[in-house]
Structures are given as structure tokens and as C-alpha cells.
């Protein structure tokens, strides 16, 4: 499309540290200027800001402060980064963290702009996991009627969703509850921000907003959670909108924040991980996208429906139109990398990474990757953030079996990165289980920078992995979400082809490392099954929060 030679999108990701921008040529995909806004607050564990009021555990908030800010600053120092006219930029699109949720007055006001000593008036981030036993209820119940979107979800919901946490303010602070006229996404709430008009996407109703066959759980089961819950889908908005949509024109006060011109194509909101599958040209039955970070989150477009045990859900067009679209995820795989890093390696180990000019990870994954496969003696398992797939409890913990008085940090080290992989493959066996192919598998994230992991999980997985070809992924998806909303192109699969970029069969599994590591894989699975039920595991955290209660 010549026309497009000299058009620009802005693609904005709202990730859990910091917001990104990057300005791409709608024509090609290139990206011409990036700029990073690190959160002011980053996240909220431990204290509210500007209080003394301190937070339970297993809380994790952020503030909408810091989201506008990436707007005022990220995306003006993008397009001079660039060095293009703004006059040329035809559209901006945004992804968020999920569920990311906040509530917030009819007019978008968020609740903690109002009273910010309440806990409950903040936004809850994605890992914000105090709400199990909430989840744990609401799956009880749905278990107990009958209820024909559980299935939808492998069988359960998380504690990480909005139905869970939103039953958690209702039931601890019944007053902001009172107060919520909207209870909304960040990934609507930012659009709402950009354009005045309040919006919700189909791709957050449906994977963390339980919205399946056109509606919401029915005020009868909401009501036999709580009879004050009853009213609660109220509070959920209007009807969906479609992914690539246009959501709205960008305002004169946005158009003030971001210096870009007033009245732009503003697309629909998105989901980081889903629109990272349009960065990659992945939006085919069977490709799926594992986005590897502080988390990963796999997904993946089907023409087929199925039930698939321990999925995040399966929602029509929910990464792409027409297609069926599929989530699971690991709740934490570089965050329990950096964990042990920062808790568990000996000051000699950092000074001499730094005198070899290293970083400690660096350093550790030299090590780890010197040794043969199981020389360690150990296997882990990786549920230090709780286990988002395929066990759905956020209670679980992590396990490290096989330590001896010779056991080293590399060995740990490289333990648990095994461990995230043994648990993608699980992932992928129980999609195939379920009669969902997986035709590809595309990485994507901060994590491919590691050819050591990511040469790991091609041998754990004993099949190629492609990688995507931007270090941008849910910026660039975003982006190309912004040229179908201005208009650029007809559809996604039109976009992604001409703007997404992915290596193919990047790396290539071995077969005598793939053959050990069935061994230990076999091993992480009798650990899996028998540390699942929760019992051990379960009553060390109640101990643990009755000791700091």
C-alpha cells in the first residue's frame, strides 16, 4: 500500500513497571522511535502512597497517575525519538496488563483520586492474588449449578479476574463498593482517557470478565455469591466492541498530553498478550504465542471449540475476528528468576560477575549452561506466583527438590528455568489432549534476550521455536491494531501480514537433550500432581499469613 509509505501508528503497552511507546511506518511494520516511562509508583505491595496504611498479603495495585504520565511523556519522546511529523501519525492503539482493573466514578474518575487511604479504592494489578478465596467460591458454586461458561475456563476462574476481586471489595469494603459505578478494565479506562468515550473490549469481557454467548453470569448465581452482588454486571458498561475497531477520536485534552493530532483513530483496547499474536504475523488457527516476561501468557487462534482443563478461557474473536481464541499462562517465570537472584546468589557470585562485566543473571546462565542436562539433581516447580495454568490456584507455591550440601546457585538457577519450561509443555500436552493442535510456537518478550532458556525450552518442548522479530511485541501489536482502526487496512490478518515480523524455526530441539529431559519432565509431573491438591502447600501460606496477621 504506497499510501501508507508515509503514515505512522502509535502503539502504547501498559506493562507491570513501566508504559512503552514506539511509532511504526503503517506500510512495512518498521519502527522508526521508542521511549520507556517507568512508574512512578511501579507497583503497590507493601504501603498506599502518601499513607501509613499498609497492605495484607498477596496485594499488588498500581496508580492511574502513572498510566497518564506514559501518555504526557512516552509518546511525545517516541515521535521525536523518530523524527517524523506528527501531522503524519493516523492513529494510536494501547494494551494493558490483565486484569488490571480499577473502579471508578460514571464520569471515569477512579475511586483512589477520592479516598486513597482505602485499599480497595485502587486499582488491582494482574498479580494482585488476595481474592482466592473469593475465586475459590464463585468456582464452587458455578461447580455446584451446573454453570455453562465454566467449562469455557478449564473448569475454574482466578483469583486474578474481575468477578473475583470486584466480590472482594463488595464483601471488605462494602462503602467503595457502594461508591463503584464502573468497575473497568485499565485497557478501557486508558482508551476512555484518549478518546471521552467509555468503551469495553471483547477480548478483556471475555477472557477476565467471564462474558460468554453474549452476556455476563445471571444476577441469580451473582446473588447466591452475595445478595448485594446481585447488580454487579451494572457496572460493567456497554456492549462490546470488536478488536481492530475504532474506539473513538483522540481528544484536544489527549491531543494536549500526547502532542499528536486532535481527532486520530483511537482502536479498540487490547490485552498485551493477544495483540502481541498480530506483531508476529500469529493469528492463524494453531499458532501459538507464549509472551515470556515476569510472566508468560500463552495464546492462541482456533477454528475449533473445545473444553480445555485449566485454560484462562476460550473466547470467540478474542485475539482475532472469527476465530476462536485460547489463554493459558504461567504466573510467574522471570519473576522467579529475578527472586532468586536477588534472594538466593552469594555476594562472591555477584562480584565476580561484575568484574567479568556481567550481569548476575548473565553470569548464572554461563554456568548453568556448561552443564550436561540433569547433572544438577533437581527439579522445580514453578509456582513461586501460584499456578496460573493448568491448576488454576494461586495458592500453590514453588518447590525445589533434590538440594544437597554441593547444590550451587547455577544449579538452582538453571532448575528453575527447566521448571518454567516443563511447564509450557504441560500447557501445550493438555491443549493436544483436548483436541486443540499446536501447529507453531511463537516466543515473544523480554526473555528471548537468553538464548540459554529459550534453547532449553525448544529441547524440554522437543519441537522448533520461532521468535518474533520485534523486541516490541505488544507496542508493535498495538500498533497494527492502530492502522486497522484508521482504516489502513481491511482487517488483522491483512495488517499483521504487511506490519508483523516473526524468525521461524529460530531455534531446534536435540534430540539427546529432548530424550533427558522426558526424564526429568516425567518427574516434574509425580511432583505436579502430588503437590496440586494444595494440601501441604496451602496450609504453609495460612500458617505464613496467620504469623504476619
Known sequence: MSANNDRFVIGVDFGTLSGRAVVVRVSDGAELGTAVHEYGHRVIEDRLPGTDVRLAPDWALQSPHDWLDVLRTAVPQAVADAGIDPARVIGIGTDFTACTVLPARADGTPLCHETPERPHAWPKLWKHHAAQAHADRINALAAERGETWLPRYGGRISSEWQFAKALQVLEEDPEVYARTERWIEAADWIVWQLTGVETRNVCTAGYKGVFQDGGYPSEDFLAALNPG?????????????????????LTARAAEWTKLPEGIAVAVGNVDAHVTSAAADAVRPGQMVAIMGTSTCHVMPSDRLAEVPGMCGVVRDGIVPG??????????????????????????????????????HEYL?????????????????????????????????????????????????????????????????????????????VAAGGLLKNGFLMQIYADVLRRPLSVIGSD??????????????????????????????????AYLPDEARADAYDRLY?????????????????TLRAIRNEANG
Open 229 to 249: 452482588f446481585a447488580g454487579f454486571t451494572a457496572k460493567l458498561g456497554h456492549e462490546l466492541s470488536p478488536l481492530g475497531g475504532l474506539a473513538g477520536r
Open 365 to 441: 546462565t554461563e554456568l548453568a549452561a556448561a552443564q550436561r542436562v540433569g547433572e544438577h539433581g533437581l527439579v522445580a516447580l514453578d509456582w513461586h506466583n501460584g499456578n496460573r495454568s493448568v491448576l488454576v490456584d494461586h495458592n500453590l507455591s514453588g518447590v525445589i527438590v533434590g538440594q544437597t550440601l554441593s547444590t550451587r546457585p547455577e544449579d538452582v538457577y538453571r532448575a528453575l528455568i527447566e521448571a518454567t519450561a516443563f511447564g509450557a509443555r504441560m500447557i501445550v500436552e493438555t491443549f493436544e489432549e483436548a483436541g486443540v493442535p499446536v501447529e507453531d510456537f
Open 323 to 360: 476465530l476462536w481464541g485460547y489463554e493459558a499462562g504461567q504466573s510467574g517465570v522471570g519473576d522467579i528468576f529475578a527472586w532468586f537472584v536477588d534472594n538466593g546468589v552469594p555476594a562472591s557470585y555477584t562480584l565476580t560477575a561484575g568484574e567479568r562485566g556481567l550481569s548476575v
Open 472 to 505: 516490541q511485541g505488544p507496542a508493535l501489536g498495538s500498533a497494527i491494531h492502530a492502522a486497522v482502526a484508521a482504516g489502513a487496512y481491511a482487517d488483522i490478518q491483512q495488517a499483521a501480514a504487511a506490519m508483523g515480523t516473526r524468525r521461524d524455526d
Open 522 to 538: 516425567a518427574e516434574y509431573r509425580t511432583l505436579h500432581d502430588y503437590f496440586g491438591d494444595g494440601r501441604m502447600l496451602h
